[in-house]
């Protein structure tokens, strides 16, 4: 397979809006990358930078360091399944995925066991003589994926592939995907806006906002150590909890509520005293049995979870995600704690780590 | 592990028999030939009930043949004898209109001439019996791809079995 590099990559259109700033990455042999960030973030931008369907205004493209910057998309050995499938309408199944070593004027028996390989990796051996519009979204995303798979490309390159499915299928598909990857061990690229699929799929994941990268590392990392208030807001869901808070006398204190501190958090927010820093909360780290009274406004069963939504101090909105079964009802006034802490400097929202300063 | 002829015959599950199905389209190409060659006749000749027939056949023959060229494509082996029926009606055709036209002499203005000259003659014979050939040749090949096809898939079932 391939080590795709990225060196300082920009992309710069001619009405001089900058799509993408200064991207770097290396992506070893068989990994996995999950591009992530909201709409217009710049994430399909650089996948198709990648593929070659977008010109790169500055920066080098290595894959298995060869220089492929210029060299055109049918050229670099890549694949690519996108969103919208793209299959041939009027085409079988078995003609849409030996379409491409067709054009390539391929042994039509070769053809012939690459496509049978494929179709029997993923499970589309029965619906070869089908049209597309024959198959559910899910039996034709696999079907533009077969069609990647039997080029034997060294990079596969996708973009939102599941964002058309319904939730259930959206899944069952992703595990598909999951798998494949673990079958083939082939590099991928894959770009979605679905946090849920970034953590699940990535072995890394590069988090993208307005065109720059915020954070590049495993999904663990980013969910556990985020580097900014950007990257902490985007991985979780429900997404963090955020408090204008200040740091005082070995607490914190906001509008109308105080959270006391342990030692080694008093630590790091050690060249912060008496000042302004953001306290960042996940709803899943939060507890019943604190100090801190919340007024519930909302309070939605998961089944496993029960997600409260409520006000405390000066009427500071709090989401927790808390553990079993709560039938709060409006108005009624729950004890929280935190369990973990996040903190991230007011001024540039970067995370404030032991030491970083 | 498949051979490579197994492979050649295994592939005919998931591809088209595009072979017969283009050579019955282009039979019927020969088919449009002849007919419009077939307006080059003296037209006292051709001012008969049979002219009537003629367009009303064509019309059939081309419907036929499409529909069995959509059949063939997909191995299915009854539109090869659909096909043969029509390739003896193209030889029969021969002689039911290029034959006694070529043999009939009229009088047009005090002249004598053929009702279908030697050169007309010969082409529509060719654009009919190459409208024959076509329509024989793809039975004959659906036929040979069919049974081959018919039996490797009973194989496979018996593998299966």
């Known amino acids: 397979m391939a080590e795709l590099s990225l060196h300082h990559i920009d992309k710069i259109y001619d009405n001089n809006v900058q799509a993408v700033y200064d991207f770097n990455i290396d992506i070893r042999d068989g990994e996995?990358?999950?591009?992530?960030?909201?709409?217009?973030?710049?994430?399909?931008?650089?996948?198709?930078?990648?593929?070659?369907?977008?010109?790169?205004?500055?920066?080098?493209?290595?894959?298995?360091?060869?220089?492929i910057t210029r060299v055109p998309a049918k050229d670099r050995d890549m694949a690519m399944v996108f969103q919208n499938y793209a299959l041939y309408g009027h085409m079988t199944i078995y003609e849409n995925m030996a379409f491409s070593l067709v054009l390539r004027k391929e042994d039509p028996n070769v053809i012939h066991k690459k496509v049978l390989a494929a179709a029997e990796i993923l499970g589309l051996t029965s619906q070869l003589n089908k049209k597309p519009a024959q198959l559910s979204g899910g039996q034709r995303q696999r079907v533009a994926m077969g069609r990647s798979i039997v080029r034997n490309p060294k990079v596969f390159l996708f973009d939102e592939p599941l964002s058309n499915l319904d939730a259930k299928l959206r899944g069952a598909t992703r595990r598909e995907i999951l798998l494949l990857h673990k079958r083939l061990n082939a590099t991928m690229m894959y770009v979605t806006h679905d946090q849920?699929?970034?953590?699940?799929?990535?072995?890394?994941?590069?988090?993208?906002?307005m065109g720059h990268v915020q954070q590049i590392g495993t999904p663990l990392e980013l969910y556990d150590s985020p580097n900014n208030t950007f990257v902490a807001g985007f991985i979780g869901l429900p997404p963090m909890n955020f408090f204008d808070v200040v740091f005082e006398n070995g607490a914190l204190r906001g509008k109308g509520f105080e959270v006391s501190l342990s030692d080694a958090e008093k630590a790091a927010l050690a060249d912060y005293n008496r000042k302004e820093i953001i306290l960042g909360v996940r709803p899943e780290d939060i507890a019943e049995g604190g100090d801190l009274p919340v007024k519930v406004f909302s309070n939605e069963n998961l089944g496993m979870n029960t997600l409260v939504h409520g006000r405390m101090g000066d009427g500071l909105r709090v989401s927790a995600k808390l553990r079993g079964w709560s039938d709060y009802k409006a108005g009624d006034v729950v004890s929280l704690g935190f369990t973990r802490k996040h903190f991230f400097d007011k001024e540039t929202t970067n995370a404030i780590r032991k030491g970083d300063r | 592990m498949m051979n490579e002829q197994s492979v050649r015959l295994d592939r005919m599950r998931f591809t088209?028999?595009?072979?017969?199905?283009r050579l019955a389209i282009l039979a019927i190409v020969f088919d449009v030939l002849y007919f419009v060659s077939l307006y080059k006749i003296n037209v006292d000749y051709y001012y008969t009930l049979i002219m009537g027939a003629s367009i009303l056949y064509n019309l059939v023959f081309m419907l036929a043949a499409f529909l069995s060229s959509e059949g063939v494509k997909n191995y299915k082996q009854s539109y090869s004898w659909v096909l043969c029926v029509l390739g003896i009606i193209q030889i029969a055709r021969i002689f039911i209109l290029p034959v006694p036209a070529h043999a009939t002499t009229l009088t047009v203005g005090g002249a004598e001439l053929l009702a279908m000259s030697d050169g007309q003659f010969v082409r529509v014979i060719v654009y009919l019996a190459g409208s024959a050939a076509c329509l024989f040749a793809a039975a004959a090949v659906n036929l040979v791809k069919s049974r081959a096809l018919k039996a490797h898939i009973a194989s496979l079932e018996g593998q299966q079995a």
């Open chain 2, 16 to 21: 088209k028999n595009t072979t017969s199905s």
């Open chain 1, 196 to 209: 849920t699929e970034a953590l699940t799929l990535a072995d890394r994941i590069v988090c993208m906002s």
């Open chain 1, 32 to 67: 996995l990358i999950v591009l992530v960030g909201p709409s217009g973030c710049g994430k399909s931008t650089t996948l198709r930078m990648v593929a070659g369907l977008e010109d790169i205004s500055n920066g080098q493209l290595l894959l298995d360091g060869r220089d």
